[in-house]
C-alpha cells in the first residue's frame, strides 16, 4: 500500500528526493514519518509530518538538510534529501499511522513500505 521511490547512489554533498506513494487506501488523514536503517544498525527516525502538513518535525542530523512534505491529492508524501553524507547511507522506509498526531517510534506505524536504497559515496 505505501511504495517508496528515488533512491539511489549519489556523491557526498548531491541530492535525493524520495517518494512514497500510496495506493489502495488514502493517506491523506495519516500522519506519516519516513525512517531509515543502516547496515548493522536498528530502523532510525528521519523525519514525520502531520496530516496536513502543517507541522514537520526532524532527527537532530538531518535538520536543515532534509525537508519532509507531502502533497495529499496525489496521496504522496516525499523526502527532499540535500548535502548528504556518507552517514546518510541507508534503506529508507516511509510509514504511516493511524493516529492523529506523529511519532518519532517505529511501533507507532501501521502501515509499512519496502524501504528505497540511498547510499552516499565520500
Known amino acids: 500500500q505505501l511504495q517508496a521511490s528515488g533512491g539511489g547512489l549519489v556523491q557526498a554533498g548531491g541530492s535525493l528526493r524520495l517518494s512514497c506513494a500510496a495506493s489502495g487506501r488514502t493517506f491523506s488523514s495519516s500522519p506519516m514519518g519516513w525512517f531509515r536503517q543502516a547496515p548493522g544498525k536498528e530502523r532510525e527516525f528521519v523525519a514525520a509530518i502531520n496530516r496536513n502538513g502543517g507541522m514537520t518535525y526532524y532527527q537532530d542530523s538531518v535538520k536543515g538538510r532534509f525537508t519532509i512534505s507531502r502533497d495529499n491529492a496525489k496521496n504522496t508524501v516525499y523526502l527532499q534529501m540535500n548535502s548528504l553524507k556518507p552517514e546518510d547511507t541507508a534503506v529508507y522506509y516511509c510509514?504511516?499511522?493511524?493516529?492523529?498526531?506523529?511519532?518519532?517510534?517505529?511501533?507507532?506505524?501501521?502501515?509499512w513500505g519496502q524501504g528505497t536504497l540511498v547510499t552516499v559515496s565520500s
Open positions: 510509514a504511516a499511522r493511524r493516529g492523529i498526531v506523529f511519532t518519532t517510534d517505529a511501533p507507532g506505524y501501521d502501515y
